[in-house]
């Protein structure tokens, strides 16, 4: 559904000029500084899948979603959406995609929502009697009854963006691209656009690419990953496999008994996590500086130790409540891979 092969962007600006008259200068140099915002981006994505486009800021991100909705041109490279080469038939290519820019509306500012909503449908040409179909679905599941009759300036950050995506999805797209779609908002809207966005993908079959600094909507929504720094793709697979991969080690969090003191596990490399610093070894006894009253966490490597042994050396020493292993999250591994490229950058 989409290829991207070799794709570079450079963007080109006047060398600034410093001391008096530096503004006037600058404007007048024929001196150019170079940004190679993306260095050669290759992926290709089948239809009907959910992708995450992520990366640090300044990685490439957005300039690589404007090359693939036709915004801009690239300077090396292609890319393939459905067929269309998206800045060479714009009109087209706008016909089988839909755009979310979490920073900006495409909505009529001073319009109803309903209204706006109305003339998007009339611009791409929609069946009235589908149209109306689509509006009631698409009211019900991302709730804008409420404000379907308040003007588009009048909305909450949150009710704006469920209009934008209301209107990106009426025409029906077979690709969206959402860039940081749940941006600022709150728990409630962010649910709502998540639980939207995965039953468009899963009923419609809409290939989605999703470019967002919030992990947790990756870990919810996508089952693959495209991860970039620098302009180029550091990481392009499944997040299952890439927090297994990157993953330095388990958690055990254990709640001990009512009254029960923490006394250490006897096992060789466990760290404890919470409060007290250092090995959970026989060091960690004592107790008493958990973050939550009885909550103590330890984190393992379950090539070294399995988890059933950890499980079984703390359940030998104390009275417990409660265990869980959190599964390995995706913030902690990315974290960890753009700190490593921090400190190498080649
Ligand atoms: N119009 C432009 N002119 C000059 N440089 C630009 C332009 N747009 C982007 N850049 C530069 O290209 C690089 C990549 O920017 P881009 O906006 O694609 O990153 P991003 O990954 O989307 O970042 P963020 O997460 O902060 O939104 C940055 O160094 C940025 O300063």
């Known amino acids: 559904m989409i290829e991207v092969e070799g794709l570079v962007k450079e963007f080109r600006r006047p060398r600034r000029v410093e001391g008096p008259l530096g503004g006037l200068r600058t404007l007048l140099t024929r001196q150019y500084v170079t940004t190679r915002a993306v260095d050669g981006v290759s992926f290709a994505l089948a239809e009907g899948e959910f992708v995450g486009y992520l990366g640090p800021n300044g990685a490439g991100k957005s300039t690589t979603i404007k090359m693939m909705t036709g915004i801009l041109r690239p300077t090396a490279g292609t890319v393939r959406v459905g067929g269309t080469v998206p800045w060479q038939d714009r009109e087209r290519h706008a016909r089988t995609i839909g755009v979310v820019f979490g920073q900006r509306t495409q909505l009529w500012w001073d319009l109803p929502l309903r209204d706006s909503l109305d003339l998007i449908g009339r611009l791409y040409g929609v069946d009235r009697a589908r149209h109306r179909a689509v509006l009631a679905r698409f009211t019900e599941l991302l709730g804008l009854g409420p404000f379907l009759d ?6 909450s950050l ?17 690709v969206l691209f959402l860039d940081e779609p749940t941006i600022g908002l709150d728990v409630v809207a962010r649910e709502r656009i998540r639980a939207f966005l995965a039953t468009r993908n899963r009923e419609d079959g809409t290939t989605i690419v999703l470019t967002t600094h919030d992990l947790d909507d990756v870990e919810r929504l996508c089952r693959r990953i495209v ?9 392009d697979g499944d997040v299952a496999r890439l927090t297994r991969q990157y993953a330095v080690g388990r958690r055990l969090v254990v709640q001990l008994g009512e009254g029960t003191r923490w006394h250490g596990v006897t096992l060789p490399g466990i760290v ?20 939550e009253p009885g909550r103590v966490t330890l984190r393992f490597d379950p090539a070294r130790t399995p988890a059933a042994e950890v499980i079984a050396a703390v359940l030998a020493r104390h009275e417990v409540t409660d265990l869980s292993l959190p599964a390995p999250g995706l913030e902690g591994v990315v974290h960890r891979i753009y700190a490593a490229r921090e400190a190498d950058p080649c």
């Open 150 to 155: 308040t003007p588009v300036r009048q909305l």
């Open 272 to 291: 404890r996590e919470d409060g007290e610093a250092g090995e959970a070894g026989e060091a960690g006894g004592g107790g008493g500086t958990e973050a």
């Open 158 to 174: 949150g009710q704006r963006m469920r209009g934008d995506l209301a209107a990106a999805m009426l025409p029906e797209p077979r």
């Open 227 to 235: 991860l970039i720094d620098g302009g180029r793709v550091l990481y």
